[in-house]
Antibody, heavy 121, light 110 residues
Framework: EVQLLESGGGLVQPGGSLRLSCAAS????????MSWVRQAPGKGLEWVSAISGSGGSTYFADSVKGRFTVSRDNSKNTLYLQMDSLRAEDTAVYYC??????????????WGQGTTVTVSS | QSALTQPASVSGSPGQSITISCTGTSSDIGGYNYVSWYQQYPGKAPKLMIYDVSNRPSGVSNRFSGSKSGNTASLTISGLQAEDEADYYC??????????FGTGTKVTVL
């Protein structure tokens, strides 16, 4: 069964850092791009970041560029999102999602259950 | 990158057809055949319903169809059923090699 399982969410103070992880199973992890998508409470979906299957290319939304870093360990079938200089507006449920292709663009066909990040003092 | 524009809500009676529009620019929808649509129930993860403008993943009902004209994409749900009541989001690849989502549409089955 194809599955994604996020972890690492929690409560963090403004200016703090958090690292999210996404463990993948049931598919050849290195063959697909992976994305992070977030959803603030009561709001719509916002794409955050993506990484190519090899990990050689990364992409970020303007809202997180320079503060977030995305990486992957294909030997561990795990995707990461390092979030630094966190702001209140980063509060959201963070989903990891599998892209349909090796590079992002064609849509995300598998989603995790999400992990909640709350930025508050 | 500004969000794609969707109507906030669309409603229909069981058995009817409804269409959700998604308007972008030549830098996203108009520039690529990489439009996807997602269904989301409250408290649940999104589910891919349409990819590459008009393709359905395996297991998605053929009552769902997608199309595109210029900078506007559309999702049509035919034979509306109670289980179709959910939020729907469009998404497009962009010239910045990123994704952009739509503002979301709440579908209500009357």
């Amino acid at each position: 069964e194809v599955q994604l399982l996020e972890s690492g969410g929690g409560l963090v103070q403004p200016g703090g850092s958090l690292r999210l992880s996404c463990a993948a199973s049931g598919f050849t992890f290195s063959s697909y791009a992976m994305s992070w998508v977030r959803q603030a409470p009561g709001k719509g979906l916002e794409w955050v970041s993506a990484i190519s299957g090899s990990g050689g290319s990364t992409y970020f939304a303007d809202s997180v560029k320079g503060r977030f870093t995305v990486s992957r360990d294909n030997s561990k079938n795990t995707l990461y999102l390092q979030m630094d200089s966190l702001r209140a507006e980063d509060t959201a449920v963070y989903y990891c999602a599998k892209d349909r292709l090796r590079l992002p663009g064609s849509g995300m066909d598998v989603w995790g259950q999400g992990t909640t990040v709350t930025v508050s003092s | 990158q500004s969000a794609l524009t969707q109507p906030a809500s669309v409603s229909g009676s069981p058995g009817q057809s409804i269409t959700i529009s998604c308007t972008g620019t030549s830098s996203d929808i108009g520039g690529y055949n990489y439009v996807s649509w997602y269904q989301q129930y409250p408290g649940k993860a999104p589910k891919l319903m349409i990819y590459d403008v008009s393709n359905r993943p395996s297991g998605v009902s053929n009552r769902f169809s997608g199309s595109k004209s210029g900078n506007t994409a559309s999702l049509t749900i035919s034979g509306l059923q109670a289980e179709d009541e959910a939020d729907y989001y469009c998404s497009s690849y962009t010239s910045s090699s990123t994704y952009v989502f739509g503002t979301g549409t709440k579908v209500t089955v009357l």
